[in-house]
Structures are given as C-alpha cells and as structure tokens.
C-alpha cells in the first residue's frame, strides 16, 4: 500500500490528478463497452439508423414477388382464414407461372374449419347419405397439402416462450454443419414452437421461424437467421428459402469465441452478428413487388412478376397487424422485411457487423483517449476545438466510408464519445482549477492590490510567477515622522491611536493602489510597496513617484482636516508628517517564508537601498529621496534636485541621491530652477574641496530661498563643510558621504 501511494503522488506530481482522472475514466469507457449495456447499444444501432436514412439500399433487381392478403382481396374472397382449397388454387397456380419457391408469412396451425368431415357434422338436417359422401371427400388440408408438394414451399413457424406438443408423426430435418465453437450457445432460444398441421408440414420443402425481432424502441433492424424453438435449430423464412431454391440440404454456420460469424448454403454466405442475426440493408418501401391474391386467384397478373421469382405469401391488410417499423419507414408490411434480405442476399447488397468490429472501437477509442490525455493539456482551446472537429470528422468520414464501401457497420460514435467525455473532463478540471487559482490570488493580493489589478492577474494567472523571478522594480518605504510624540499624546487612549493609523495608512494606501503598486507589508507606521510585480509596469518608476506625491497631498488633506478637528474638540493638534524613499534595482520577487506559511515579497539590495533613503528623508529636509535609477527615469515629469554622492553601510558602491521637490509645474517655475542651479553649483564646489566657494553658494541659496525648503540641507552641507576644513577628506576622496547609520 506505501508503495501504491508513493507511486499515486508520483504519477499525480508528473501528470496531474485530471490527468489520472481521464485514464481512470477510460478504463471505465473500455469495460462499459465490453460490457455492452442495452443503451451503449441504442446509441450505436441509432447510429446505423442514421446512414441507412442518409443512404439506403438501391434496388437494383428484383427477385421477390409478395402476393398480398390485402383488402382487395378479402373484399372479394371474405375474410381470413380462406379455406385451404383456396390456398391451394393460389399455390398451383405460382407453381404455373413458374415461381422459383414460395414461403407462407403465415402459418396454418389448426385443420381447415372448413374441411368436408367437419361439414358433414356440422350442417343441420342433413341426409345420412349426404354427409357420408363428405366425410368421403379429401379434407381441405390434404388438398393444400397435395398442391405444396407439386411446388417447392417453405412454411412459416413462430418460436413461443411456453412448451408446445410435438407433432406425433416424423418431420424431415434440415442438415446442419458446424465450423467453430458449438453455435446454439449464441442463438436466440424459444421455449415453444408453434407448428402448422402435420399433413402440411409432412408435404412442404422447407419449414422456417418467420419471428422478427423489434429492438427496445420497437424498430426493426436485424432480422436472425438462425434460431433455436423447443430444442430444435431452425432457420429463417427468408434464408431456408435461399436453402431451398439453392437445392441445399445442410446449412453451414461459422462461428468463434466471439460469436457466430455468418450462415451459408450453396452459393451464398450470409454475414451475421455474434446471435446469428443479419443486419438488414433496408431499401424503402416498394409497392411494386406487391401482387394482390385476388388478382393470382383470378389469373389478372403478368407472368414476368412470378416466373423464376422467390415468392413471399402475406399480408398488409390492417386488420391482421402484421406491420413493423424500420429505420427508414415507419410502417413495412412484415412479409417485406422477409422480401428485403432475400433482395439483400440476392444482389449482394448485404450488412454486417463483424465481431472484430469491437476490438476496433476499443482500440480507437484507447488511442484517442491517451492521445487527448496526454498531448490536450498542452494546447490552447482554439487549437484543442480544431483538433477535436479534425478527429471527429475523421471517425465519422471512417465509419461512412464502411458502410458505403465495404457495406460494414463499424461504430466509430462510442470512441468518439469517450474521446469527447474525456476531453470535456479535462476542460472541467483546468477550469475548476483556474478557479482555485483565481480565488487564491484574488484572496492573496486583494489586500495588497487594487481590484482592478487583482482581477486582470486572476483572469490572466500566468502572468504570475510564484516561485520566485528577478525582475527590475521599484521600490518605496514611507514612514510617519515623529510617531514616538504621537504614540505619547495617545498612551491613556490607544483604540484611539489605532484609529487614527487606520486614518492615516488607509489614504496612502489607497494612492499606493491607485498607481498600481503592490502593498508589501505594513510595519506599525511604515509601509512598503513595490511596482512592476506581479503585473509587469513599463512605467513603474512614473507610478511609483506619482504614488508618493498623491501621499503627501493627501496627508495635508487629512492634517486640515485633523486640525479643523482639533480646534472643534479643543485637544492639541500634531500634524502627520511622511517621508518616503524610493529606488529602483533588480530585485528578486516571489513567495517568500517557510514550508508553512510564506508571503509574496521582494528582496535585494535595491530594497535596502530604498528602506535607507526613506530614513535619510528627515536629514536632508525633503519627504521624499530616491535612487538615481528612479531619479533618471522620470526626471522630465518631476522637480529633480541632486542631494547627495552618498555611500550606504554595508555597500562599496556610493550613490546618487536625489529629492522630488514636486510635478512638472514646480520644475518649470523660476524660483525652482534658481534654487537647483545653486545647488548644482555648490555641490561642484563641495566635490572639488572648494569649502569657501560652497559656502558661498549656500549664502547666496539662503538669500534667494524666502521659504527656507533648503534650510536642512543648506545646514547639512554647511556641518560637512566646517568638519572638512577641520579634519580634510583623505586624497582619493570623491565626494561621496558615508552614512553611518542605516
């Protein structure tokens, strides 16, 4: 069992659990299909239905005549049963025109009620001489009997499901060879037999089962050709015609393990299923070959309509029911349907459904459905309905081509049903799949996210890389200044002061989201946000700067309000003040935690880099410092001044530092390109040791700032400047300032 489950997760590792499931449910497919039950049947006999209805059988001959019982004629003659003088009259007279062999539809399974005999007793008030010159005539049935063995006639039978009395006198049996496995086992059994009366039996040529059996919806489709009665084996009308006609005294059947594969007398071999049944090439219904009794009787009817013909004795008068429905006519007159295969087995024009015919659907549709299994994950819908339409018409097209061609009934629709249950499976499991995808993202990122971003990666997850890629980003930390004072004024209230982070983190989140950042974490009163992850952002260092500009205005928005609030409620008023840093690098991002719990983060030395420039915000008097990388890319959008050559603890390469004093307006205003040119030119005095001349500029920046927003960093530079005049940078210095603290 251990070995079972490794080997179970291995396979579900390797191939997905949809996948074992779709192989799972092929096997099943398979074993139904040997199974074989009675709708897998329908499906596939509606099937055949289908071609017979688009293509049936073109008569190209016709060699049986049907002699109808029809209205006409018991109009004429009155009603059924006619005596068996006048069966006879009609026997002689075929027999004249020359009729190859004729077959009863009918069976006549009681003496004649009008026999002379019975007359004799019968009839009232008649004189003892009288009746004893009837009983001395020949009885009706001797007469039709004496006309059946100057013709060649085969008489009808009917299988029953109660045991009948045997006949007592002797009958002839028809000889039976046997090339196979024994073939009773597969033939349809009747318990009883239901015979016509000896002296008939005794004279006629042949004696045949005229049973035809409907399918489950009442549709007449195969027609057996051999069956077994109260333990007799027992040939159809139709086919002990062809024995007879043929002069054939045995009849050879074929069979396998599969079944039986097919009856044959001299000249002709009939293919059948595995129960000895003939799959009729039904052609419509053609009242030409009808001849009406009355007309035979009477001698009304042209010779070359019986000579050398096969000829069929029956009915289609609706009062005696003996109507079926085939594939392609919804009323037949059972004794056609008999006409049909004898047409069939005539012309050559005959259907069979060998019994490989199994392995070959069992085999497509193993093929197909491990072909779908494996290869259909790997393509897209549009390909995967091309594919599917390509398959199907090539299964149809082959099973068409069988029946037209080679007059074979190979089902191709169960392959293709399993195929398409299999494929359906398949689409079932990805999109249950992309579900639970979509939902772990949407709950994974929906904090972290707008929802607009969050719903475009659910609909496109593979834009997702969860497992870890280095990307280019940028990345922001913002802090609130002061929030040790803040956090004091609140030590007897601290619901309050979570009130009022909610306050303040909710703005600045919003502005985060709103230019596609990805909230990182929050940290008390920090954030950290990156851009350009999980979604790709061409303009991620734009947004990011536009996200921390939005920031700051509206933190003035809530500090207005706040002090409105304040001076209403009478308590002291400290503003929310933030400083930001942002810098951009190649970063890795991905999952990131242990086995049991992880989050998608960022890391780098990029990130560090940012988290040290958001803390270097209060040194340098601006609230928001970014990277050079950052700086460089959206220095024609904002108001960029250069602030440092500075070199982070912990790395060995020193940075370019700059502050976003505002939008593109603040840059091009007058006062703030006087105050970057001054500090370009200090900075040129400071790097090239030229203290005098940089504190000159910042004297000259003192005067020409009236809002002093240089004051920090004018005092910044001015410290350096004096400690340098003191205490001389070494010689290879270039100008970059080591940050002490991180």
């Keep these: 069992m251990k070995r079972l489950r490794v080997w179970r997760r291995w396979f579900a590792r390797k191939f997905g659990y949809a996948r074992l499931v779709c192989l799972a449910l092929l096997i099943g497919f398979v074993a139904l299909r040997v199974a074989d039950p009675a709708p897998i049947q329908e499906l596939r006999v509606r099937t055949f239905d289908t071609f017979q209805l688009i293509e049936p059988r073109v008569k190209t001959a016709r060699p049986v005549t049907i002699i109808n019982i029809d209205e006409k004629s018991l109009a004429k003659l009155g009603q059924w049963p006619w005596p068996r003088t006048r069966m006879a009259d009609l026997v002689d007279n075929l027999t004249k025109l020359g009729a190859a062999a004729i077959a009863f539809d009918v069976i006549f399974a009681e003496p004649d009620r009008l026999n002379p005999d019975a007359a004799a007793d019968a009839i009232r008030n008649l004189d003892e001489e009288t009746r004893e010159k009837l009983r ?11 006309a059946i063995k100057r013709s060649r006639v085969v008489l009808g039978e009917s299988g029953l499901p109660d045991v009948m009395p045997k006949p007592e006198v002797t009958l002839p049996v028809t000889g039976l060879a046997m090339l196979g496995p024994e073939p009773q086992q597969f033939m349809f059994k009747f318990a009883g037999l239901l015979r016509n009366t000896p002296v008939l039996e005794t004279a006629a040529a042949g004696r045949a089962l005229l049973t035809i059996r409907t399918e489950r919806d009442g549709i007449v489709r195969r027609v057996p050709m051999i069956m077994q009665a109260q333990g007799e084996t027992m040939p ?10 043929t002069g054939s005294d045995t009849i050879l059947v074929k069979s396998d393990e599969a079944g039986i594969k097919s009856v044959g007398v001299k000249g002709f071999q009939v293919p059948t299923d595995r129960n000895g049944q003939l799959w009729v090439h039904f052609a419509h219904y053609d009242p030409s070959i009808y001849v009406s009794a009355i007309d035979v009787l009477e001698g009304r009817v042209a010779p070359e309509m019986i000579a050398r013909k096969l000829v069929l004795i029956g009915t289609s008068a609706v009062g005696l029911n003996d109507n079926k429905t085939t594939p392609i006519d919804p009323v037949m007159p059972g004794v056609e349907v008999h006409a049909q295969v004898l047409e069939s087995a005539l012309t050559g024009e005959l259907l069979s459904q060998p019994n490989y015919g199994i392995v070959i659907e069992l085999c497509t549709a193993l093929v197909l459905g491990l072909l779908v299994i494996a290869f259909a994950p790997m393509f897209g819908p549009v390909t995967l309905v091309a594919v599917g339409a390509l398959l199907a018409t090539l299964l149809i097209g082959a099973s068409w081509y069988y029946y037209t061609e080679q007059r074979l009934l190979i089902d191709f629709t169960y392959p293709l049903l399993s195929t398409t249950a299999i494929y359906l499976t398949l689409i079932f499991s990805s999109f249950v799949r992309e579900q639970a995808q979509r939902r772990q993202i949407r709950s994974a990122f929906g904090q972290y ?14 834009k997702l890389v969860l497992g870890g890629e280095e990307r280019e980003m940028t990345i922001m930390f913002s802090d609130v200044r002061g929030f040790t004072t803040i956090s004091e004024s609140y030590k007897h209230d601290p619901q309050g002061l979570t009130a009022l982070m909610n306050r303040f983190l909710t703005p600045l989140t919003n502005a985060i989201l709103a230019r596609k950042g990805t909230i990182d974490k929050y940290m008390g009163d920090a954030i950290m946000a990156f851009w350009n992850a999980p979604l790709d952002d061409k303009q991620h260092q734009l947004n990011a700067c536009e996200a921390a500009v939005d920031m700051l205005d509206r933190i003035d928005t809530l500090n207005k309000q706040r002090e409105l609030e304040a001076q209403e409620g009478g308590h002291v008023y400290i503003p929310l003040n933030v400083g930001v840093g942002l810098n951009t690098g190649t970063c890795v991002v991905g999952n990131m935690g242990s086995d049991l719990r992880f989050d998608y983060s960022v890391l780098g030395d990029s990130v560090n880099l940012a988290s040290r420039l958001e803390g270097q915000s209060k040194e340098y008097g601006f609230p928001i410092i970014v990277g050079s990388r950052t700086a460089l890319a959206v220095k024609d959008k904002f108001a960029i001044l250069e602030l440092d050559f500075i070199m982070v603890k912990g790395k060995k390469e020193p940075e370019v530092i700059y502050a976003i004093a505002g939008r593109e307006d603040t840059a091009q205003s007058g006062r703030f390109q006087r105050l970057r040119n001054l500090t ?7 790097r090239s040791r030229d203290w005098e001349g940089a504190l000159a500029v910042i004297e000259r920046g003192r005067r020409t700032d009236d809002a002093r927003s240089l004051e920090l960093l004018y005092h910044l530079y001015e410290a350096r400047i004096r400690s340098y005049q003191k205490d001389p940078p070494p010689a290879d210095w270039n100008g970059a300032f080591a940050l002490l603290t991180k």
């Design 449 to 462: 996210l707008s929802p607009a971003l969050v719903e475009q990666l659910a609909q496109s997850p593979e």
């Design 136 to 146: 001395a005539l020949p009885s009706n049935d001797q007469v039709f009997a004496d």
């Design 680 to 686: 370009i030119e200090m900075l040129a005095c400071y």
């Design 236 to 245: 159809s009308l139709s086919f002990e015609m062809l024995r007879v006609v």
